[in-house]
């Protein structure tokens, strides 16, 4: 994307891994939901469906380490293999991977509900990364309050930042964004200072992959820079996720595993080197923004400050 739409048809648990790994499904949302169905794929009924489902869940967790939806999906996943009685469990086991697509769809709609409570006729919103219908499921997180301020009639404006390195802003959400017909700009990661001094941002709203006990949220690096700036140009700042992406293991951001991808990843654009051979990268794929610069955490179940969000 965004210049093609293939559908990659994943058949197996192999399939599911690569295609977290190689982010051609990402986001925190959509890895779960991929991994629940992606440890029942070709899975038959039998003595070893325990050992073989353990197996998998270590396999699908290790895929990608910061986004907690990932091991929070397959963990769900054990647990009703745990509570089942034999005889039925291929079945239920297949309940329990739609349930958590389907949940994940209410979730966003509710989290657009709650969260265009929060947008007025005629704002300027800023976004990081993509937080959508690509993302999760059907209106996103960070996208779903915009798209319910569209369904709602009101006059909005998204700024989207390109999101370097892999582009997730340009390639993504600027596609899901005006296929929807909103209103919006795309950015260069660097324009957000300027554009705020101007007065022209009125908010920024992002997605999370995981969110530490004390309100400290990790989402795509970059997303530390976007709330430092708000909190100089006294801009709000809010974090949009369903209430799978708290979690109450990691004390602190501290606790929470940092991806570190590929160096190519920028040492290269769109296929061509951009640097000296040899140059040495760093390539952190995610930065913890501390809870302080978070001006509320829009869940399903409402729009909560980060102290109190997973008490
Ligand atoms: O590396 P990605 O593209 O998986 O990173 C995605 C993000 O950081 C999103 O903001 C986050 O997962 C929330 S998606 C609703």
Redesign the pocket.
């Known amino acids: 994307m965004p210049h093609e739409e293939r559908i990659l048809v994943c058949k197996t648990v192999e399939d599911v891994h690569d295609a977290i790994t190689t982010?051609a499904v990402?986001?925190?949302?959509?890895?779960g939901i991929a991994a629940a169905y992606g440890m029942l794929l070709g899975l038959e009924d039998g003595h070893s469906i325990k050992d073989e489902l353990k197996v998998r869940a270590a396999y699908l967790s290790g895929a990608?380490p910061t986004?907690v939806n990932l091991s929070w999906a397959v963990n769900r996943i054990l647990k009703v293999l745990d509570a089942a009685a034999s005889g039925d469990v291929l079945d239920l086991l297949e309940q329990e991977a739609v349930a958590i697509h389907e949940e994940d769809r209410v979730a966003c709609r509710r989290i657009g509900e709650h969260g265009v409570t929060l947008i007025n006729q005629g704002m300027n919103i800023l976004t990081?990364?993509?937080?959508?219908s690509l993302?999760?499921s059907e209106l996103?997180?960070?996208l779903a309050p915009i798209y319910c301020a569209k369904e709602r009639d009101l006059d909005i404006h998204v700024y989207v930042d390109e999101t370097r390195p892999?582009l997730?802003g340009a390639r993504l959400t600027m596609f899901e964004l005006m296929h929807a017909g909103v209103d919006c700009t795309l950015l260069t990661d660097n324009m957000a200072a300027h554009l705020m001094s101007q007065g022209k941002v009125d908010m920024v709203l992002?997605?999370?992959?995981r969110i530490a006990a004390n309100g400290d949220v990790a989402?795509?690096i970059g997303?530390l820079n976007l709330a430092v700036l708000c909190q100089h140009f006294d801009i709000p700042f809010y974090v949009?996720?369903p209430t799978s992406?708290l979690d109450p293991d990691a004390a602190s951001g501290d606790d929470i595993v940092i991806?570190e991808r590929d160096p190519e990843e920028v040492t290269r654009l769109v296929g061509a080197a951009i640097a000296p051979k040899g140059a040495r990268v760093r390539n952190p794929?995610?930065d913890v923004t501390p809870a302080v610069l978070v001006t509320g955490i829009i869940t399903e179940e409402g729009i909560n400050t980060p102290g109190s969000i997973t008490s």
């Open positions: 982010l990402r986001g925190a949302p959509a890895i990608r986004a990081h990364c993509n937080a959508g993302a999760v996103g997180t960070a892999l997730q992002v997605g999370a992959d989402n795509k997303t949009a996720c992406t991806e794929a995610f």
